[in-house]
């Protein structure tokens, strides 16, 4: 049984379809007893955490800490894979840039923390067609469409 906790200071309520989209990607690859965060902050908190964890002093959508980057962190039989932050106002934002939903956009934000989690990357080509196949596999099985 996987154990995803999500931060509510958000409204969480508006977006409790996420926990059946993080559980589909989990089952896909082939994940059980593993537990995770989600936190939904705020463009100042998500830019503070870029600067400080990778020099960069911008406002981004995602980032992700896994906890496994030095091999699997296992605790009474669970995996612990780290926490994914997600900036709520930049994800509006790519929503409307992208021209699709919320909910399409938060789906693929939280996939695409997770798949880090998991130790996916697009540091290279070939390394992102793999990563960015997946994520759309995922949503796609779930009907989240652009």
């Known amino acids: 049984m996987n154990k995803i906790t999500i931060d509510n200071e958000y409204g969480y309520k508006k977006?409790?379809?996420?926990?059946?989209?993080?559980?589909?990607?989990?089952?896909?690859?082939?994940?059980?007893?593993?537990?995770?965060?989600?936190?939904?902050?705020?463009?100042?908190?998500?830019?503070?955490?870029?600067r400080d964890y990778r020099n960069i002093d911008k406002v981004t959508d995602v980032i992700s800490f896994a906890f496994e980057d030095n091999g699997k962190l296992v605790y009474n039989n669970v995996r612990l894979l780290g926490e994914i932050y997600i900036c709520i106002p930049r994800m509006i934002e790519q929503a409307k840039e992208y021209g699709h939903s919320e909910k399409r956009e938060l789906s693929f934000l939280a996939v695409h923390g997770l798949l880090h989690l998991l130790g996916y990357d697009h540091m290279k080509k070939e390394d992102e067609k793999v990563m960015f196949a997946l994520q759309e596999l995922i949503l796609d099985d779930q009907n989240i469409k652009r």
Do not use: G, P, Q
Not at 24 to 42: M, P, Q, T, Y
């Open 15 to 50: 977006y409790r379809y996420l926990k059946k989209v993080l559980n589909a990607a989990l089952k896909h690859e082939k994940i059980d007893n593993a537990v995770f965060s989600i936190i939904f902050v705020d463009n100042e908190t998500i830019k503070d955490i870029n």
